[in-house]
């Protein structure tokens, strides 16, 4: 069974820093585009940053700049740090789970099958 379980969400300042984590079980990451989403109430699920699980090549959403995702395949944890944060970055963050080709990513949220909870995040101006 796949599951994803983010965490690593929290309080912090305009400015400041948060390491996003998202633990994966039940599937090779070799298989598999992980992307990192937010969503605010009332908007569509907004991507910011993909990964391939075979090769590690990247891909950032939009001008999300300064969102970097990275895979630990030996932990089994995809992560996403996020510098410079600002209150428009209020959300709740997920990760997202999607059967690809090597070196593929898909930037739709509607291309991804498995979703973790999601871990809020709260910037105070």
């Known amino acids: 069974e796949v599951q994803l379980v983010e965490s690593g969400g929290g309080l912090v300042q305009a400015g400041g820093s948060l390491r996003l984590s998202c633990a994966a079980s039940?599937?090779?990451?070799?298989?598999?585009?992980i992307g990192w989403f937010r969503q605010v109430p009332g908007k569509e699920r907004e991507g910011v940053s993909y990964?391939?699980?075979?090769?590690?090549?990247t891909h950032y959403g939009g001008s999300h700049k300064a969102r970097f995702i990275s895979i630990d395949n030996r932990k089994r944890t995809v992560y996403l740090q996020m510098i410079d944060l600002k209150p428009d970055d209020t959300a709740v963050y997920y990760c997202a789970a999607a059967r690809a080709p090597r070196g593929t990513v898909y930037l739709s949220p509607h291309e991804y099958d498995y979703w973790g909870q999601g871990t809020q995040v709260t910037v105070s101006s």
């Open positions: 990964i391939s699980g075979a090769d590690g090549s």
């Open positions: 039940g599937f090779t990451f070799d298989d598999y585009a």
